[in-house]
Each structure stands twice: as structure tokens, then as C-alpha cells.
């Protein structure tokens, strides 16, 4: 579990302490681009599954969000994104 924002973080961990997770889930902080990303890959490695739901919320945020997969995830591993639109879609 990681998000880019320390408040959303604290929630996290909070959820994580609430469900009794332990050692089961972490929850770092994960700033999108391909530098920070080998920085978290070194900590953490690469992953086999990455979900992402509704964490783009302007244009420019794509590409680093790209770089990031590409960084943290396994040859055939598995990217699931789901994004709602914040606007009026046509």
C-alpha cells in the first residue's frame, strides 16, 4: 500500500493497524518517476501485481506514474488501473 501524500499515508497505516495486518502489508511513501522509483525497488523490489485505482488527477502526473510501473514491475506481471473521471466525460 503506498501513496505519495503523508496524510493519505497515515490513513493508510491506520487501516493497516486496524485490520490487525502486522507484517503482512507495508505502507511506504512512493512518489512516481523513474529515479524514485529505482530508489524504492532497492528497498523493496520489484512487484509482481500493482493495482492503482483513481490516483490521476491531471495529465502530466501519467508519464511518471509510467515510469514507475515500468520500474517496479516483473516481466508479465500484472498492472490493474482503474481511474473514474473527475470530470464530464463526452
Known sequence: LTDG??????????????NE?????????LIWGTS?????EKEYGKQDVILATDC???????????????????PNGIFLFVNSCASICS
Open 56 to 74: 490521476v488527477y491531471v495529465t502530466k502526473s501519467v508519464r511518471p506514474l509510467f515510469e514507475t510501473i515500468s520500474q517496479l514491475l516483473v
Open 36 to 40: 524514485r522509483a529505482e530508489v524504492f
Open 5 to 18: 501524500d503523508h496524510m493519505v499515508l497515515n490513513n493508510l497505516r491506520r487501516n493497516k493497524e486496524l
Open 21 to 29: 495486518l502486522g507484517s503482512k502489508a507495508q505502507c511506504p511513501q
